[in-house]
Structures are given as C-alpha cells and as structure tokens.
C-alpha cells in the first residue's frame, strides 16, 4: 500500500534539516521545520514552509522532547516526520508515537531499532544472520575474571564498548591488565557504576572501516548503493569518508554484500541504512554495528550511484519501490568541516562564523546549514557543513580536493582545514596500491595526540599519550614584495609581540556565545586540573551526558567523574586526587563552557601534601594515563 505524503515534520536541525527540505521541495511536499532559540535564524528555518519554536535550552528540552515533537505534529497536520541523524532518529519510542499519531516514520520499524540499536542485540541479530561480528563477549560485564580470561585468550589491546553507545562514544581501548582492573574499579556498582552496560571486543589495530548504504523496501528488494571507507577517524568519530571504498578484494566485496542482506533480512528491515565493518589486510570482514538511519556520509554514496537518497528514504516509507542505481560512476570524498582546532588534538569549539567562502567549480557540493555571520554553539555539535568532492577516478578526485581546499575561507573559528590539506598531501593516504597504510588509527597516530598531556585536554585514554613535539604555531599573511604577491610565514610568538597583532589576533577569534554572556577566546582553555585546588573544570565546551559521582562520595585518584558529549565523543573526566565530593555543578544534559566547574572536591590531606609538591612520587602528577 502507498502512502502519499504531504506534509512532513523534518525534526531535526541544522545542515541535514535543510538537505530533507530540499529534497522534500522538489518532491512536491511540504515541510515543518522546527528549531531552538539558538536555530531561529537557520537557513533550512526559513526554507520550510512551517516552523515551529521549541523552548528550551539543552537537548532534552529541545530536540530530544518526544511529546513535544509529537505535539508540533499534531498542531501542523504533517502526515509524515523524518527524524535526520542523531537526536530522535534510532529512538523506537519517538517511532512508535509518530505512528501511533498516525503518521508515516521515515526510518525503519521500531522493533528493528530495538534489535538493532544495542550493541549486544545487534551481535545477537548478527549471529542469527550468519554474519561474523568482531570477536568478543556478547553480554553485559559481570565479573573482572571474565574480563581477563578474554584479554589472556586473545590479547590485549581491547575494547570495552557501551551497549548504547555509537558514533565514537562510550568506547575504552585497553591495554593491560592493570588499566582492565582500573577500568572494572571505575566502573563497578560500588561507584554508582554502569558496568551492566558494556561488553568487551578484540581490538583490530590495523584494519579499515568499511560500510555498504544498502536500502530495502516493503516488497522484499535489497539493493547496495555503494561501499564507503570511512577510515580517517579521531575518537572513533569519522572525519573524512570515499565512496566506493578502494581496494576492496572482490571476495571481501561479496562477503560486504552478502552480510549485508543478511542483516536487512534477519529484522525485516524496510527503509534505509548504513552495515558497518572492519576489513582486514588478511581481507577477513567483520560486522561492528548496523546504522538504521541516514548517516552524515551518504553524500558521497549519492554522487557515485547518482541517486537522491533522502528521496528513497521518502518513497520507501510511503510504500513505493526501491530505485536500482545503474552502476558505480566515478569516485567521491567527504571532508566534515567542523568547529575543531587541529591546534588542540581537534577539540570542539565554538564561535562567531566572521566569514566563510566555500569552493566551486566542476566536481564540487557543498551541504551546509551555516553562513557568515551565525554562532557555532556548543549546546550542539560543532559540524558547520560537508565538503563534497567528486571526479571520474580516486586519483583525480585526490586533486580536486586539493584544489578545493585551496578556495575554502573560514573565518572567526577554528577549522579542520588545514589538516585535511596534511592529509590530501599524504602519500600514503594518496597511495594507488597499498590499502591498509591507513586504518582506524592512522590520523591519531600520524597527525593528533602529539603531546602526552592529550588526555588532559579531553581526550579520552585510548587515544592519549601518543609521542613526539607539537609543532609551533604560526600565522600566515598575505604581502607585497616589489609589486609580487606573496605569503608570509611566521612564527606565533613573534606575531604576537609586535605592536597591537595580538590585539588584532584576538579580535580575528573572538566569538559570541550565547545569552550573552560576554567575548571570549575560543583557543584551548587553560583548565586547573584540580590536583591542587579540588576545582575539576571542564576542558572544552561540551555537553554533560553523566555524573558518576554524588555529594559526599569518597573518591581515589583516576576514578570516573563526570563524561562529557562534544560532536558526538564521549570525554571523561576523572578524580586527579584522592579527596571527597563536596559539590556537584552540573548535571546530564547540562551544556558547558571550556574551563567551567564541574565538580568541587575537597582533598584529603595527604594527597593536598603531595600536590604541593611535598611529595616525588611519580603518581603525584594527576591524571589518567
């Protein structure tokens, strides 16, 4: 049966929100946008034909308030809502009151979101498919025995991976058994712990990232859109996709496929969706997770298999049929321009978007929901927009990017930019021939974590502690020389003492939060670590997702406090002494600022010795190594 559409509540925001009313637009359909405080002025606000506001300031009052989406609903006679990526979209609640308000949900059943959306579940759903998972233990953590039989069985590096987790978050590397028991001690439910919801993985140190956008209607057709690498990731969390993904064996490019299907099948999956897996240089394919919505990425499945696939997702839902790409046509890239400092191990910022020219020309999309102009909050994920670039072959596309690159102007807040040229310039990223120079952790090893005080900036211990020196930060500028044009180069420090360029520097960075609570510098916050003071600070702007202390609670040195959410990344902040909680600040869903209190301690008397440096006991230092 065939649902006409007609009206559609896009309930999301931002650069996808504007990518669904477009789409929507060309399809005859109308659409009802809705938007917080800080989006009222959005471009894809002022594009639909309804909008709505929703009061509040965090997440859960805004983007994340079921009833009262489902209420705008009701009130604007959409007949269909289509959820985007992130907040609502694998929420089989949300799902299940958009049909029960008698409406179509673009996306799959909410059953198959429940089988789906855990973890565990989903390697359960996994195993019924035939499909082989990453090789690990398929339920909660209960004993730290358990734990290092696996370890001793197959080896550390592990991970230990939140059940709900996704997107780079609630993921741990481990190393040995000392961080294994560290891990179990923070954990465990004699802190309020949440041991319950993890499970434990091998970790696959050099493998790939690969994924199939499949689609599969209510007539039972399946169909692979195209493959994607998606191996240039920091904290798990992608930062540059390509479609089709390279030098893919053709045995391991049949298994993709063959999975695939399976996955779609075993949970009668009807709509669109994302199968993700590792690849690895023995060409060994290993399922991680099924994505049950559109992801950031499908940009450059579409340009390669030259479909629109928000319109799939809309004639799906509505009970057409699937459309069959003809063939896979040339070869794509997408770089995500975020609000990241490559500066700081590319720590989520925010700021006032003073000006901004995107590339064009031939091969060239850009999807953004930002202009000149507008603030980067961080009450949300700090992306501004998707650079998409696309030519005939992978070695053409590598050029084009390069030259977009070179046409990008971003102003007024920090942007990953310059480090995507690093990697455009890379010649093992470029190599023709030899595929697993780049995996999972190529750009963290390679490119991030070059200052062993990485953790303390936010990063969390699977990625901290990497080796080598920080380069020293310069500034650029344009000159005349003798009526030739010419960059200039120098160092930061030298910048900043001549007369009135740090003045000017900091007016170049200066942003505009919200509610106005005055300018201030968007570089890295100069955060106490609380060894000495007991004031635990927050390292970057971010959201607060959980508290895993109370008042009163007893804590020792590197026991978990706080996990803070930045662009879909967990950061975890721990105790850097032994002390007791003497005041919580914050609470989950609570949107912070770089260098904000989030945790007072007071510390227990020998360890305030030892922090004022009567101590030399290497542990002394603070920290989570």
């Known amino acids: 049966m065939v649902n006409n559409v007609s009206k559609l509540l896009v309930a999301n925001r931002g650069e996808i929100a504007l990518r669904v009313v477009r789409t929507a637009r060309e399809m005859g359909i109308r659409t009802v946008a809705v938007y917080a405080e800080q989006d009222r002025d959005e471009q894809y606000v002022d594009m639909a034909d309804e909008a709505y506001l929703l009061p509040g300031d965090t997440y859960r009052d805004t983007y994340l308030n079921e009833d009262l989406l489902v209420g705008i609903l009701h009130r604007s006679g959409a007949d269909a809502v289509h959820p985007g990526y992130g907040f609502l979209s694998e929420v089989p609640s949300f799902a299940t009151k958009v049909r029960e308000a008698g409406a179509v949900w673009v996306g799959p059943d909410p059953k198959a979101l429940v089988d789906l959306g855990d973890k565990i579940t989903a390697r359960r759903v996994a195993a019924r498919a035939k499909v082989p ?125 063959r999975y695939s299907r399976g996955l779609f099948e075993a949970v009668d999956y009807v709509g669109l969706g994302t199968c993700e897996f590792m690849l690895t240089e023995q060409g060994k394919v290993y399922f991680l997770e099924v994505n049950p919505r559109l992801q950031v990425e499908h940009t450059v499945s579409e340009q390669v298999c030259g479909l629109d696939l928000v319109r799939e997702q809309l004639t799906i839902a509505a009970g057409g049929h699937l459309t069959r790409p003809e063939s896979i046509r040339g070869h794509s890239f997408e770089l995500r321009i975020t609000c990241e400092d490559p500066a ?181 916050p100069k955060v106490d670590d609380g060894a000495k003071s007991g004031i635990i600070s927050s390292p970057m702007q971010a959201i607060v997702t959980r508290v895993n202390v109370a008042e009163g609670q007893s804590v020792s040195k590197g026991d978990l406090l706080v996990v803070l959410e930045s662009m879909k990344m967990e950061n975890y902040v721990y105790a850097p002494v032994n002390g007791t909680v003497k005041k919580i600040c914050v609470g989950p869903a609570d949107g912070v600022e770089g260098g904000q209190t989030l945790v007072e301690l007071d510390i227990h008397a020998a360890e305030g010795a030892q922090a004022s440096g009567t101590s030399t006991d290497k542990d002394a230092e603070g920290g989570q190594q």
């Open 133 to 257: 998972p990453v090789p690990g233990i398929s339920e909660p953590v209960k004993d730290m025995r358990e734990l290092l039989d696996f370890a001793q069985t197959h080896g550390y590096p592990i991970m230990m991976k939140r059940t709900d987790g996704g997107g780079g978050r609630g993921i741990t590397i481990v190393h040995n058994d000392d961080e294994l028991r560290s891990f179990y001690l923070s954990h465990d439910a004699l802190q309020g712990g949440d041991l319950d919801e993890y499970f434990v993985e091998r970790f696959i140190d050099k493998a790939r990232h690969v994924e199939t956008q499949c689609g599969r209607d209510s007539h039972g057709e399946f169909v692979v859109y195209s493959t994607r690498d998606c191996s240039v990731q920091r904290r798990n969390q992608k930062l540059i996709e390509e479609a089709p993904a390279p030098f893919i064996p053709p045995k391991a490019l049949e298994a993709l496929e």
């Open 344 to 524: 700081t191990n590319l720590t989520p910022s925010s700021g006032t978007l003073t000006g901004l020219q995107w590339p064009a020309g031939p091969g060239i999309r850009v999807d953004s929901g930002v202009k000149a102009g507008d603030t980067i909050s961080p009450k949300f994920d700090s992306l501004m927009g998707k650079l998409v670039v696309t030519a005939q072959d992978r070695a053409t596309a590598v050029a084009r990017v390069r030259r977009a690159l070179g046409e990008l102007r971003i102003e007024g807040v920090p942007s990953p930019a310059s480090l995507f040229e690093q990697i455009f310039n890379d010649p093992e990223f470029t190599a023709e021939q030899h595929p697993f120079s780049v995996s999972t952790k190529w750009l963290e090893r390679k490119y991030l974590n070059r200052e062993p005080a990485a953790a303390g900036a936010g990063q969390p211990a699977s990625v901290a502690g990497g080796a080598g020196e920080k380069a020293a930060a310069s500034d650029s500028f344009v000159i005349e020389v003798n009526d030739k044009r010419v960059k200039l180069t120098v160092p930061q420090t030298i910048v900043d003492g001549l007369t009135g360029a740090a003045r000017a520097r900091s007016a170049r960075r200066a942003t505009q939060p919200l509610r106005g609570q005055g300018l201030h510098d968007i570089g890295k």
